[in-house]
């Protein structure tokens, strides 16, 4: 119901910081949550973010607490993901998501709507 539309990715250095933008369309922005995850090769797709339809709540993952902010742009159309002090096991192809009923739920089977994704790599 909602279409994704990921920024470009990129190679960054241990220690850096780098930020991911997803725009959508197709209804409200403020109408459903959105989150971010990610996958590495071989390994499972994996919840890093969520926020809250309104903007006002905001969940992470262990993995990324302190380092990570997700958040949604003034014009309401946009969610960032801000990466700072990058590790190389952040390395993996990074998803928007949407249209989660809970907004915090780290199940990527309950995330309706996808963008495309977008590498990240960190070097040591």
């Known amino acids: 119901q909602v279409h994704l539309v990921e920024s470009e990715g990129g190679l960054v250095q241990a220690g850096g910081s780098l930020t991911l933008s997803c725009a959508a369309s197709?209804?409200?922005?403020?109408?459903?949550?959105m989150g971010w995850f990610r996958q590495a090769p071989g390994k499972e797709r994996e919840f890093v973010a969520a926020i809250s339809w309104g903007g006002a709540n905001t969940y992470y993952a262990d993995s990324v607490k302190g380092r990570f902010t997700i958040s949604r742009d003034s014009a309401k159309n946009t969610v960032h993901l801000q990466m700072n002090s990058l590790k190389p096991e952040d390395t993996a192809v990074y998803y928007c998501?949407?249209?989660?009923?809970?907004?915090?739920?780290?199940?990527?089977?309950?995330?309706?709507?996808w963008g495309q994704g977008t590498q990240v790599t960190v070097s040591s």
């Open positions: 197709g209804r409200s922005f403020n109408a459903y949550n």
């Open positions: 998501a949407a249209d989660s009923r809970r907004a915090g739920d780290p199940d990527y089977a309950k995330w309706g709507s």
